[in-house]
């Protein structure tokens, strides 16, 4: 295996963080597979090319797009969920969030017969309120995120469907899409830009541009050095004056903006109508592919371009199975399969590059 | 545009070596078995539904999918997500893949249609079946084969005025599904007595049978016990046993273990709405508008498929074939 990777390795990777490096003087190979994203990249290769071999429309330009669509979905999300993490906490509500976010701007909307955008900016801060909520519980109990979030998580799945059902009468909300401000909408969050001939959903981009942002500010900024040092060791943290706190209450509200961001591009791409059950699941998902690129479940370890990475094996293994026509209940036994064999190679990698 | 072709190959290559080393010996024996089992079909048509994986109710979609397919030499390729945004990116699979047909339920019709309008932009033609009896027409769709889900309720409510019922309890057991408020809804407007309508997880059986127990205990006047689902009617006996009530059981839509409850009369009876029938002509339809542009319902009104009532009378004539997985 490190044979094929060493054939690989000399462009992508290295990029963008030498600085970072605990590992002192080692040789690039090394230094290379110390890095955090190393199994994901192994493991999209390997699915790449399992599908490109299998799959003769997977080789088509317009069937990947549709699978960069697809991660991207799941990528966006991925890419706050990652920094959390990073950050030493979980976010289980995060799926939910993102329909709850959707909801409220239908409902918002409709119901005071706002501009979307208006409606939107009031979801904007119901979702940050939901991201603060998180981070305040937390920090304030000192209770495990995990129920803290499973907590908010089961209250928001009831509330989405108990309240749209309450405001709208139905299960789903009133369609928006003939209001003051959809088409533009739309526009930002869920158009097609023709890329060299191929229509690229605009998720794509925005999934790129949030990746490339919050990789700058983990490795560029002093925020994103707070965040790697509270998730490493809160205590230490706080000890050599890191704001552990706003860092966490901030990482939760950043996981809320992009529960936003995802849940306008849901209501825009659904043409105005939000149904209220959906969701639930994906949080695991955005963990799924924070993990698979690197992030260690204990925090203070990984990069959010293993994230991104981990979006895209997901993109991959869930279209490439349709596109090989193979039978699509077995789509999660492979999306697990990967997660574990990305587990793996992670540990085995690092275990390898420590070792002296 | 050709340098980033030769990447790809060059890291399928790579790769390649990768997993022969490492024994992944699955992925491609199947490989082979998709690449030689062509002998080249006439046309290959994608089924792309809102299923939520378990319900016995698909598989009798299925078969009744598979079995036109074999018959008419059609590849048949089958996916489904019952998140409504999944089920569109499988759809816009299918358009990348140039399949010859699309058969899809329109669950959730607002989501879908930017898929749909690709599909027909693409010259792919799109049927609808089991879900969006009001929307397949706006939705630019050819042919919708399913049950008007207000006339099975409104049946169901009529029906249980005949067998004098006081209070029905409609379970439903996936909150947010249209179709089934809709059979809910007008069961209750069709019938003249009381009904409530209790929410479950369908996912989860235990829930479901301790959450019909638990209603049947606290509100002794429930006399009719409406399950949207064969399984679930299955569940619900248990539950009317649990409670200690001496409520019966109805349904809509059946599988194998529920004919064999309306044999034995523990079940009142199902209204079916032939979910066999639904894939099959969903699935010959596209086929024969491929080949013969027919076009079923002329493409105005709807082929409906139900509602059929299945009760002690007449289940002997579906006894047998429910036994073949087929009703």
Redo the contacts between chains.
Sequence with gaps: MSQTLTMRTPGPGQGGSEKRERVGRRSPLRRFLARPEVGSLIGAVVVFAVFFAVAEPFRQAASFSTVLYASSTIGIMAVAVALLMIGGEFDLSAGVAVVTSALATAMFSYQFSLNIWAGAALALALALGIGFLNGWILVRTNLPSFLVTLSTFLMLQGLNIAVTKLVTGSVSTDNVSDMDGFASARAVFASSIPVGGVDVRITVLWWLLFAALATWVLMRTRVGNWIYAVGGNAESARAVGVPVKRVKIGLFMTVGFFAWFSGMHLLTAANGVQQSGEGVGNELLYIMAAVVGGCLLTGGYGTVVGAVIGAFIYGMTRQGIVYAGWDNNWIMFFVGAMLLLAVVINMWVRNQTSKR | ?NRNRRL?VL?????????A??A?SS?GG??EE??TGADTPELTIAMITHEA?GDTFWDLVRAGAEDAAAKSGV?L?????P????Q???I???V???VDGIAITLA?P??L??AIDNAAAAGIPVVGFNAGIDHWQDAGLIEYFGTDETLAGEAFGERLDEVGAEKALCVIQ?????AL?TRCDSLGEAFEGESETLYVDGANMPEVRSGITAKLQEDADVDYVVTLGAPFAMTALDAVDDAGSDASVATFDTNADLVGAIEDGLVEWAVDQQPYLQGYLAVDGLWLYGTNGNVSGGGSEPVLTGPNFIDQDNIDSVAAYAENGTR
Excluded: I, N, W
């Design positions: 545009m790809p890291l399928a290559g790579a790769a390649g070596l990768v997993l080393a490492s992944c992925s199947r490989q998709t690449a994986p590849t390729e089958y996916f489904s997500d998140e409504a945004a999944r569109a990116t499988l816009q699979a299918a990348d893949k140039g959730k607002d989501a249609q930017g996936e909150q947010g599904h249209v408020e």
